[in-house]
């Protein structure tokens, strides 16, 4: 099972980008997924999930209004839209298959599916 981030780079704060994450080896068609991020000095944390039929979403507050969570199940992908970036948004960021999560929660737990990550570094 494998999660390949790409679309990460070099930007400037308020620009976009749009993160995506391939999934090969199993269907997540029926999982949540997520995202994460992280930098050398914190922890690993949440940013976004979205349940198995892109039903329901959810945000870490940070990102709220700027980020926006999507999937096709058909290709076995989930993206990640970032708009107004700022530096404090540059990290690593991961996609996260089956995801411990559902509409309606306020916890995320991450599952056992990572990808390698992509780099995200917004300049001022």
């Known amino acids: 099972v494998q999660l390949q981030e790409s679309g990460g780079g070099l930007v400037q704060a308020g620009r976009s980008l749009r993160l995506s994450c391939a999934a090969s080896g199993r269907s997540f068609s029926d999982d949540s997924m997520a995202w994460f991020r992280q930098t050398p000095w914190k922890e690993r944390e949440f940013v976004a999930a979205i349940d198995w039929d892109g039903g329901s979403t959810y945000y870490t507050d940070s990102v709220k209004g700027r980020f926006i969570i999507s999937r096709d199940n058909a290709k076995n992908k989930v993206f990640l839209q970032m708009n107004s970036l700022s530096p404090e948004d540059t990290a690593v960021y991961f996609c996260?298959?089956?995801?411990?999560?559902?509409?309606?929660?306020?916890?995320?737990?991450?599952?056992?599916?990572w990808g390698q990550g992509t780099q995200v570094t917004v300049s001022s």
């Open positions: 996260n298959g089956d995801t411990l999560w559902k509409s309606g929660l306020t916890t995320v737990l991450a599952g056992a599916y």
